[in-house]
């Protein structure tokens, strides 16, 4: 089970972080990468669609090994596709595709092994996860600063080794799970007997709008790391960006998940949704003063990078947990995906026609649309607040 969320966390972290930081240094403009990597939440979008098709597979360890295998071609041909610009953006396309598929059969699978509400089974999920951040995020990215630094900023040459080193990862990945996967025919699971909630305007308006300023943040925030100080960035090098990203960054998001988790633990979803939607505004708030004093000091950096993804982690966690309590679920998924999608391709066009200090204060003013989605949920889930809901 770690080595398959493991392998799900690399190929996610790469679609959504790494392939942003991949087209923008490739020559790409930041409206054309926001819009290309926004692009590659469509197959989340059409999740409840595709997944009962996929959920009707009784062994899922046979489409896990199949796109594992897939993915090795596809992450080559990447490599070489770099950087003709329809043929990376159509295998962008087709790795994202192939990730979603794998995603929900590793889901599947792991629900018919091991109990949900077993506590090994969500610390070893996160730790894998979170490994997979760090090695993804943080070692390739400060590899591919390396090998610039070696070849005398040879970019296209550093990039595309970093590809093929994914490909090479992926093929392993698929022996190892050849051997090791269990060969298991997965039942239909249990109906869960837990209250659901109803998918009402207000908590539509919750899942669209919760996290639509926090992901124009997220995205908008690694390119704001890599500008130069002349284009309104912080101009950190590709090492100093994969150990701000990939490990401070890391570390402060587990640690506001877990932390979102221990809360839930003691209080109702109603109590903490208000609380945890007022966290949402360190990040845009951290962001607008670093714009505005472009600051040089590294550790200043990374100590604003971990209170903002901690902060956003508490959230984050509160926000999934109201999610897996919804009745229609997989409705809900996809929706957060379309919100998601949305704020990502909007979020390079706006900074094309700003600065990066504007852009900031218009995220800081959309934390107000957060906020106020999180107060009709508030109101919506008075007659909710039973025991139960403490998960």
């Known amino acids: ?23 923008r240094r490739t020559g790409l403009s930041i409206d054309e990468t926001t819009f290309y990597i926004g692009l590659c939440y469509l197959p989340w979008v059409a999740k409840c669609w595709w997944k009962p098709l996929v959920a009707r597979t009784k062994n899922c360890w046979q489409l896990i ?72 995020i943080g070692i390739l990215i400060m590899f591919v600063g390396n090998l610039q630094v070696v070849y005398r900023n040879a970019l296209l040459y550093s990039w595309r ?3 093929f080193i994914l490909s090479f990862l992926m093929l392993l990945l698929f022996f190892w799970h050849l051997i090791v996967l269990p060969r298991h025919t997965c039942k239909e699971l249990p109906a869960c007997d837990e209250p659901k909630f109803e998918l009402s305007k207000s908590m539509l308006a919750f899942v669209l709008l919760f996290l639509f300023a926090p992901t124009m943040i997220n995205k908008m925030a690694v390119l704001f790391l890599i500008s130069n100080q002349s284009s309104g960035g912080l101009g950190l090098s590709p090492q100093e960006l994969g150990f701000v990203l ?11 998940i877990m932390s979102g988790r221990r809360l839930r633990s003691r209080w109702s979803l109603r109590a903490l949704v208000l609380p945890m939607a007022a966290l949402l505004i360190v990040p845009p708030i951290v ?55 949305i704020a990502c391709m909007l979020s ?3 900074q094309m026609y700003s600065s990066y200090f504007h852009f900031f204060l218009v995220t800081l003013g959309g934390w107000l649309l957060t906020f106020a989605a999180a107060f009709l949920v508030w109101r919506s889930l008075a007659g909710h607040t039973t025991s139960s809901d403490k998960q």
């Not at 990939?246 to 506001?256: K, M, N, P, S």
């Not at 100590?303 to 009745?327: D, H, M, N, P, W």
Request: one cysteine or more; aromatic letters at 14%; glycine letters at 6%.
């Open 1 to 23: 089970m770690p080595s398959l969320y493991f392998t799900k966390g690399i190929l996610y972290a790469f679609v959504f972080v790494v392939a942003l930081i991949m087209l």
């Open 348 to 350: 390079g066009t706006i």
């Open 287 to 341: 962001y607008v003063t670093l714009s505005f004093w472009q600051p040089s000091n590294f550790y200043l950096i990374c100590t604003c990078v971990f209170f903002e993804q901690a902060a956003y982690g508490i959230a984050l966690s509160g926000y999934l947990a109201l999610l897996r309590k919804l009745r229609n679920g997989n409705i809900a998924k996809s929706l957060m995906a379309l919100s998601m999608m």
């Open 246 to 256: 990939g490990t401070i960054g890391v570390i402060a998001l587990t640690f506001g």
């Open 161 to 163: 080794t970093m590809v």
């Open 65 to 136: 090994l199949l796109f594992e295998l897939l993915l090795v071609p596809a992450f080559s041909m990447l490599a070489f596709a770099l950087p003709t610009e329809w043929k990376t953006v159509a295998l962008l396309l087709l790795i994202a595709f192939f990730t979603a598929i794998h995603n929900v059969a590793v889901d599947m699978l792991c629900k018919c092994l091991v109990s949900s509400r077993s506590g090994n089974y969500q610390v070893l999920k996160e730790l894998s996860r979170k490994m997979a951040d760090i090695v993804c």
